[in-house]
């Protein structure tokens, strides 16, 4: 998911688009939502965010106070304006600070579903994009990325998934498991599996947890499919293993 912020001094404007647009089915998660541009100043310095969607006149920081910022300081970040006003020299300043889009207020469903699905897209070959471009300060790309998921497998495998790990390293899912496929030659889903069945045979080592609970620790809540799992990959059951 990518990460959205949103500012607007109207509280009810604000919450309405947070609450009820469909963020998530476009590929956005709202990570903040302010009322001035000085709480997105500082949200920004210590948080990740891809994409703004701001209001222009506001009290303190204003809209183009704040695109300026964000143009000079951290360009990556892209930014919306939403806007009462039919002002020309608001979308001249905007154009000028690299504002991906001007809307304008009543904002309207399909002009913002149409503009943030631009944008998801712009994003996603941003990433890809980025990952051609496979060296950076000496280092391959591809492998930081792989070796960034399998830390992430190796710490968080009784809870990990293929979707968490791409938000991870801002992938989409699909594309994460191709690569993933092909720079280590392994699925990654076998790749989980590995490590959980190896954690399993060392916690089964100790007599004193029941094989439901082993079960448990290494991310299986159905004791069937563990069992189904274990065999698979190492010819016994849990149970047949303890004991050999």
Same mark, same amino acid.
């Given at each position: 998911m990518y990460k959205l912020v949103i500012v607007d001094d109207e509280y009810e404007i604000r919450m309405g688009l947070c609450r009820y647009f469909p963020w998530r089915e476009l590929g956005f998660e709202v990570v903040g939502q302010f009322a001035d541009g000085h709480q997105v100043l500082e949200f920004c310095q210590e948080h990740h965010v891809d994409v703004i969607l701001s209001d222009i006149k506001m009290p303190g920081i204003d809209g183009i106070s704040l695109a300026k910022h964000m143009y000079e300081e951290k360009p990556q970040i892209k930014m919306v304006f939403i806007s009462g006003f039919r002002d020309f020299d608001y979308a001249r300043k905007a154009l000028n600070y690299g504002v991906r889009d001007y809307i304008l207020k009543p904002t309207k469903y399909e002009e913002l579903y149409t503009v943030f699905s631009k944008i998801k897209e712009e994003l996603d070959n941003k990433d890809h994009l980025d990952l051609a471009d496979d060296k950076t300060e000496g280092h391959n !790309?591809?492998? *930081?990325?792989? +070796? %960034? @998921?399998? =830390? !992430?497998?190796?710490n968080e495998y009784r809870n990990a998934t293929l979707?968490?790990?791409?938000?991870? @390293?801002?992938? +989409?899912?699909n594309y994460l $498991?191709?690569?993933?496929?092909?720079q280590t030659g392994e699925n990654f889903s076998d790749f989980l599996i590995k490590i959980r069945m190896t954690k399993a045979a060392e916690l089964l080592g100790d007599i004193s947890l029941k094989t439901? *609970?082993? +079960?448990?620790? @290494?991310? !299986? $809540?159905?004791? =069937?499919?563990?069992t %189904?799992?274990?065999? =698979?990959? !190492?010819?016994?059951?849990?149970?047949?293993?303890r004991n050999a």
């Open positions: !790309y591809y492998e *930081q990325v792989i +070796s %960034r @998921v399998k =830390k !992430y497998l190796v979707e968490e790990a791409a938000k991870l @390293v801002h992938l +989409s899912p $498991s191709k690569l993933f496929k092909e439901y *609970q082993v +079960s448990d620790l @290494v991310g !299986y $809540s159905n004791p =069937k499919n563990f %189904r799992t274990f065999k =698979k990959y !190492y010819g016994k059951t849990p149970k047949e293993f």
